[in-house]
């Protein structure tokens, strides 16, 4: 018995889905253009002097541990540690923390931003210092004096605060998403995957139906992958510590290949989260039943789910560099942030419908297994 095969999508094709869909709903962009208006035209949040009063706090508990002897051997290095920190406060917007979350849609103005739309630069190679640095978008010129936080607690309470806010608006931007797009075609049971327990379908849901718990599970989402990956990377962090106070040769190839295993693990650990929350939002299953989803189709495709993952990575890294050269004047910065909106919104949707060309063709697999047995 002959069966009639199933085109494939491809990469390519579910990108471009994308990019249609979300030109015919400009309504979509407003939830990123929103938020990296904010940024842009709010006052920075910053923690320099907070960073110069720790910085002068540990310098001068220095005495208690080392000898005057001691700290004159190591003041040049003193002086770097201490330079070098207030550099990075200096750095630092606490707004920032809007863009934070696995699924929180690429930002204009982010110059490192973890996220699965930029698995391989900023949430794999970043972190290991092997990421890609470029010209950021000019700052506003209506941007007031940035407002120092001169306390490690409110510090605590302002990156919290954002960091909730930052799911509860990413929620917001799947549901309106979700409450926008045709509705999909019904999937197979014999031999499925689980499909969806809703009683209703989508539009005749309203559009704040489920937001909160959807981004409850976001939330519950990000700390699982940023707890995970963070006790991937312990064990490089302990070898690169070792490897600074010894020249062993030992030494330099364990750190090496802790350093290899690390970029493996890690990437085939966030790419097995890739679809997480396409699930969540888009076909409302629990969270277990949508990470187990999640794991098997990328898993079993697996160079699909990472070809997939590096065009959309280019894709908004690409934006991001052009955002820097472009973005020289207000009239070009906010035509940076709304380009940018249209292509987050695109990459949302797009990935969505690689996960569902996919998904049927492991389903029309799974049937195929139990027709033959």
Do not use: C
């Amino acid at each position: 018995m002959k069966s009639k095969a199933i085109p494939r999508a491809g990469v390519v094709d579910a990108l471009a889905t994308g990019l249609n869909e979300a030109a015919r709903r400009p309504w979509l962009w407003v939830v990123p253009f929103l938020v990296d208006l904010t940024l842009w035209l709010a006052p920075r949040l910053s923690v320099t002097a907070l960073t110069e009063r720790l910085m002068s706090t540990w310098k001068a508990m220095l005495p208690l541990v080392y000898t005057a002897e001691q700290i004159a051997t190591l003041q040049e290095g003193i002086d770097l540690v201490q330079a070098g920190m207030i550099e990075v406060g200096k750095s630092i917007n606490l707004g920032a923390v809007l863009t934070a979350g696995w699924l929180a849609p690429p930002s204009a103005l982010a110059s490192m931003q973890p996220t699965r739309y930029l698995l391989i630069s900023d949430a794999v190679l970043a972190p290991l210092s092997l990421g890609f640095r470029v010209k950021p978008l000019e700052p506003s010129p209506w941007q007031g004096s940035a407002l120092q936080v001169s306390s490690v607690l409110g510090v605590i309470a302002i990156v919290v605060v954002l960091w909730i806010i930052s799911h509860l608006l990413t929620a917001f931007y799947f549901r309106m998403i979700a409450h926008s797009l045709p509705a999909g075609q019904a999937t197979p049971a014999h031999g499925a995957l689980p499909v969806s327990r809703q009683p209703v379908t989508e539009h005749q849901r309203k559009l704040l139906d489920g937001w909160l718990p959807l981004a409850g599970h976001f939330v519950v989402l990000s700390l699982f992958a940023s707890g995970v990956t963070f006790l991937l990377r312990l064990p490089l962090a302990l070898v690169t510590a070792l490897a600074v106070f010894s020249s062993s040769t030992v030494v330099q190839f364990l750190f090496m290949l802790t350093g290899g295993i690390t970029l493996w693990l890690t990437t085939w650990f966030l790419s097995a989260l890739y679809f997480v929350g396409d699930v969540l939002a888009f076909e409302h299953q629990p969270l277990a039943i949508s990470l187990s989803q999640s794991l098997i189709l990328a898993r079993s495709n697996g160079f699909k789910v990472l070809a997939l993952a590096t065009v959309v990575n280019l894709l908004m890294l690409g934006g991001r560099a052009a955002w820097g050269f472009v973005g020289s004047n207000p009239a070009s910065a906010v035509l940076a942030i709304v380009i940018n909106s249209y292509l987050a919104t695109a990459m949302v949707i797009g990935i969505y419908a690689y996960f569902r060309d996919i998904r049927r063709h492991w389903q029309a697999a799974q049937v195929s297994r139990q027709v033959n047995k």
